[in-house]
């Protein structure tokens, strides 16, 4: 069965760090490129981050560069968003998605694999 599983989320305080990871089983990570999403309630979904197959190339949302670094380590088939500063504005559910090409317009049609999300939730 193909799966992406996200885990990491959890309860941190403002200014906090977390590090969410997806992982993939029935299928090789590293032939897709993958993007982060998350949805607050109420709100749209928005695209957070990406990186390509290879990892060379990666992309933020304006609302998140300079806090949040994704990576991947395809051996492990996982591909990491390390969460720094973070703010009660980030609070939402975080998804990962495989898309089968790189792009930076996060249009959620282009993905191909979605995980169940994970919970972040930022408050003191």
């Known amino acids: 069965q193909l799966q992406l599983v996200e885990s990491g989320g959890g309860l941190v305080q403002p200014g906090g760090s977390l590090r969410l990871s997806c992982a993939a089983s029935?299928?090789?990570?590293?032939?897709?490129?993958i993007g982060w999403f998350r949805q607050a309630p109420g709100k749209e979904r928005e695209g957070v981050s990406c990186?390509?197959?290879?990892?060379?190339?990666?992309n933020y949302a304006d609302s998140v560069k300079g806090r949040f670094t994704i990576s991947r380590d395809n051996a492990k088939n996982t591909v990491y968003l390390q969460m720094n500063s973070l703010k009660p504005e980030d609070t939402a559910s975080y998804y990962c998605?495989?898309?089968?090409?790189?792009?930076?317009?996060?249009?959620?049609?282009?993905?191909?694999?979605w995980g169940q999300g994970t919970q972040v939730t930022v408050s003191s």
């Open positions: 998605a495989a898309a089968t090409y790189y792009s930076t317009n996060y249009d959620p049609r282009a993905y191909n694999y």
């Open positions: 990186i390509n197959r290879s990892g060379g190339s990666t």
């Open positions: 029935g299928f090789t990570l590293g032939y897709y490129s």
